[in-house]
């Protein structure tokens, strides 16, 4: 099973940025799809942003046009940029992998805090 560890996370103000690193314990072309989801407290956890094997990528409705995901195959890295963030973007972030068809993969989580 793939490994997976994040960073990046941290405390920023309303409006500002924050990168998140997901860093990948093998090729990630060998891996169907890597995404990033978040869960808040009280939230169930949700699908964030993905980036296929090939590249394409998909966002939520609530942070398309602020977030954007990418990756480094020479690092065996996947990314989140994340701009113009809102208190509501508070949550633990999660890195996780998509080997056999569901994303069943996960990192230890990273917390980003917006305040307003």
């Known amino acids: 099973q793939v490994q997976l560890v994040e960073s990046g996370g941290g405390l920023v103000q309303a409006g500002g940025s924050l990168s998140l690193s997901c860093a990948v314990s093998?090729?990630?072309?060998?891996?169907?799809?890597m995404g990033w989801y978040r869960q808040a407290p009280g939230n169930q956890r949700e699908l964030v942003a993905t980036?296929?094997?090939?590249?394409?990528?998909g966002y939520s409705s609530s942070v398309q046009g602020r977030f954007t995901i990418s990756r480094d195959s020479a690092k065996n890295t996947v990314y989140l940029q994340m701009d113009n963030l809102k208190p509501e973007d508070t949550a633990v972030y999660y890195c996780?992998?998509?080997?056999?068809?569901?994303?069943?993969?996960w990192g230890q989580g990273t917390q980003v805090t917006v305040s307003s």
């Open positions: 996780a992998a998509n080997e056999y068809g569901v994303f069943a993969s």
């Open positions: 980036i296929s094997s090939g590249g394409a990528t």
């Open positions: 093998r090729s990630i072309f060998s891996i169907k799809a």
